[in-house]
């Protein structure tokens, strides 16, 4: 998204004879610099352009979604939306994991620690700021009661994420714990 907004970088396209099908990219400074095949039409240079320019945006991401990254965002949107509970909703850490189990997220509030599913990382913002919503909620109130519930709804897009993430996980022919 940021990157779109901020429209389209400077590149620089490099034809190599050497080069017979590889294309690689990489960034210099504010630009990136597209190496591609000497023999590569002007067609195939614009297709190979967008498409190195969207793996570099893809990489950014992942870069971006750092665990130090995700407990900036966690602790912004507890200060946002649960304000009221202080340090109570203030999570201790928040970590990216591989292996949730089948779940989306989980907290342990003895020490105020979440982890998330990776597998969230690349869906839209919204959506990972509801699933980091619901564990700092479950840091106020450990169980899905409707306290739970109630806190949960102050962020706008709850029942929309919610539904977003049931879908996934239909398409993914896999049942998710919505701890
Ligand atoms: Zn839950």
Redesign the pocket.
């Known amino acids: 998204m940021r990157v779109r907004s901020a429209g389209k970088p400077n590149v620089e396209v490099r034809r190599s004879p050497r080069r017979q099908s590889t294309v690689s990219a990489y960034r210099d400074g504010g630009r990136v610099i597209v190496l591609i095949p000497d023999q590569f039409t002007r067609a195939e240079e614009r297709e190979w352009v967008d498409k190195m320019l969207s793996r570099l945006a893809a990489r950014d991401v992942r870069m971006r979604r750092t665990d130090a990254e995700l407990t900036v965002r966690a602790v912004r949107l507890a200060s946002r939306y649960f304000a009221d509970y202080g340090e109570r909703a203030t999570p201790a850490s928040v970590r990216w994991v591989a292996n949730q189990n089948g779940r989306w997220g989980s907290c342990t509030p003895d020490d105020a620690s979440i982890r998330i599913s990776d597998r969230i990382m690349t869906m839209p913002a919204w959506v990972v700021d509801y699933v980091l919503l619901?564990e700092i909620a479950?840091l106020i109130v450990p169980v899905?009661s409707s306290a739970f519930w109630s806190l949960v709804n102050r962020y706008p897009k709850a029942e929309r994420a919610r539904g977003y993430l049931e879908g996934v996980a239909a398409v993914n022919g896999t049942t998710i714990h919505?701890?």
């Open positions: 619901h479950h899905h919505d701890d």
